[in-house]
């Protein structure tokens, strides 16, 4: 799905300018007194004051138990972002002075700050209540010096329209980007939050620009949307694990944002940012104007879904191939999101990303051959806000079976008590292998006199040969007898159709002998001695108590053999 442009603004606690002017005036001015943890943050993220310790720090109190600030969270494997930036230096990344921020790419240049308005460091973290999917967003950052009534910008850029020509670390500007401004007021414990949003059209927060701008509407933030604090007390070194170093009072500024609830981020809708600027305001200073220090940050913010796909194949072969569609709603009459199309590795690219909350179907649309889905398929669930599911489906091989029957040319009857016959089966798999029928002509798989039947071949088209016939029985005439396994056959219950049978009729074999002996008186002799039958083979030998013998053997019946003996006294 494409991430959608243009965040709906909430309808309390707006101010507004009259056409005109030049700067925004606050009119009704909303103190937030500094909390302790925003309602529903998962985490219980002390963003605000800490009630044991005093304002902005980075410790956690015991009371109530379970909250966690940074240095909880950094104990944790540090799963918040910390960016250093350049302090006291000419090369710090900065808004070029005095030009105008209502431009879609404002220039960026090196420059140095006032010591306090200059970032040292900033810090970020981010967390999804999965009940309510509400997200939030904690800041903080640390100046080079103390300035208790800070002001700063957090701009959040959604980044859909790409980079800036003249400032390529920068995306450009779009309609829905949103700017945090801050301002710590009392020496940090009564902040102020007010937010902007980029439009493309409209009345603009400077009277005399026009858009693309910052627009004239503007959002206050209530005590339960955000909070923060500056620090009043002193932080040591230990205290302080984004930088390490010991903070003066004044130097550390933190907040709280809950970006569902103050519609930074609509509920129920896949909105988010790509990118964060951070920005220093000397204290007091306009939103849009007075920027000083920046600090920029690659983020993924959003109330944004995703689902990937994985899938195997339950014979360990490439499922590569294989399609899979996403449908809106409960079942695959519903919208169609997109698709994916499985790699030789099982993933099935591209994932599915940007997706609202809600309702979806997934089924497999493109089965490779041979193989059914999923018995789960079609698959309805149903994803919150911010949530990456990971699917994986086993496709079952389709598999059949095939008979081979044994025959006889004089009775057509199943050759029954034979053994010894051997079968050459060339097809899909297995490639090339042989069946053999045991004594009592059949496999294990079957009890049925006179055959052989395998189950569990791939589908598709065998050829089938008869390699060596049974015992006291002469070759097939037929050769190359081709069968078709198709699939849900077995050597049970659903036992192959025609299709999947091959016949071979093999005639039974007689051998016969003609014995001559001359009762010992030594007068007579065999003159000759012949079979008609060509069908056998014949020898003459001696045999003991026997003048001479002729042997037919392999006599394929029925047939009529006439033997010639010639007697000479």
Partial sequence: MVRKLGSRIGMRGRVGVLAGATVLILVTALLIPAGAVLPGSPSKFESGNDPTVGLGNMTVNDVPAGNSDWITVADAGAPYVHLQDAAASNSDNSF??????????????????????????????????ATTEDVYLYGATIRYAANGNASENIELKQGTNGVCANAPQLFQRVAGDKLIAIDYLGGGSAPEFHVLTWVISGACNVGSHTAPCWGADVLELDPNEAEGGVNNVN?????????DVALVAGKFAEFGVNLTDSEIIPPGECEGFAQAIWESRASGSSFVSSTKDITIEEVNINNCASVSVTKSNDDETSPAGAVFTLYEGSDTTGTEVGTCTVDAAGDCLPSFTDLDPGTYTIDETTVPAGFTKDGDLPETFTLVAGQNLSLHYDNQKLEGALRINKQSTKTGNPLVGVAGATFSVVG????????????????????????????????????????????????????????????????????????GVATFTNPPLSDIQVRFDDQGSGETSITSMTCDNTTGTSSTADTADWDDTLTVRGIEAPTTVVCTIVIDP
């Fill in 96 to 129: 070029t002075p005095g030009q105008k921020q209502d431009t879609t790419c404002p220039d960026v240049e090196g420059h140095k700050n006032p010591p306090k308005d200059d970032f040292t460091d900033v810090a970020s973290y981010t967390e999804t209540n």
């Fill in 235 to 243: 932080l040591t070194a230990a205290q302080n694990p984004i930088s």
């Fill in 428 to 499: 899909p798999s297995p490639a090339t292998t042989s069946f053999n029928v045991i004594d009592n002509g059949t496999n294990d798989e079957d009890t049925t006199i006179g055959e052989v039947c395998v189950s569990g071949l791939d589908l598709g088209s065998y050829t089938i040969n008869e390699v060596t016939p049974p015992a006291g029985y002469g070759d097939s005439a037929a050769t190359d007898i081709g069968v078709v396994v198709a699939d849900n056959t077995d050597c049970g219950l659903n036992p192959p159709a025609s299709t």
